[in-house]
Nanobody, 115 residues
Framework: QVQLVESGGGLVQPGGSLRLSCAAS????????MDWYRQVPGKKREAVAT???????DYADSVKGRFTISRDNAKNTVYLQMDSLKPEDTAVYYC?????????WGQGTQVTVSS
């Protein structure tokens, strides 16, 4: 049974930082493509960052230079370091795993950027 559990969301002021975590069980994160997505009510889910099994990373243009995706193989956890946060980064952030069998999602964590 695959489980992805996100944590680390919260309320932060513009210009601040947060680090999201995605703890995985049932899969090995370093063997799969792992993604961070975000969604605002009424809008389509947006891909934010990706890390492949080979460690290659990719980012949406809107977050390049501000967000960093990484993983800790020993903890089987993927992270999203978010710096220089803007109000438009406010969303529910989801961790996703693309395995050879299926696509899995976590339950999401709310990030609110507001003064």
């Amino acid at each position: 049974q695959v489980q992805l559990v996100e944590s680390g969301g919260g309320l932060v002021q513009p210009g601040g930082s947060l680090r999201l975590s995605c703890a995985a069980s049932g899969i090995i994160v370093s063997f799969n493509v792992m993604d961070w997505y975000r969604q605002v009510p009424g809008k389509k889910r947006e891909a934010v960052a990706t890390i492949t099994s080979g460690g290659r990373t990719d980012y949406a243009d809107s977050v390049k230079g501000r967000f960093t995706i990484s993983r800790d193989n020993a903890k089987n956890t993927v992270y999203l370091q978010m710096d220089s946060l803007k109000p438009e980064d406010t969303a529910v952030y989801y961790c996703g795993a693309r395995t050879s069998v299926s696509l899995y999602w976590g339950q999401g964590t709310q990030v609110t950027v507001s003064s």
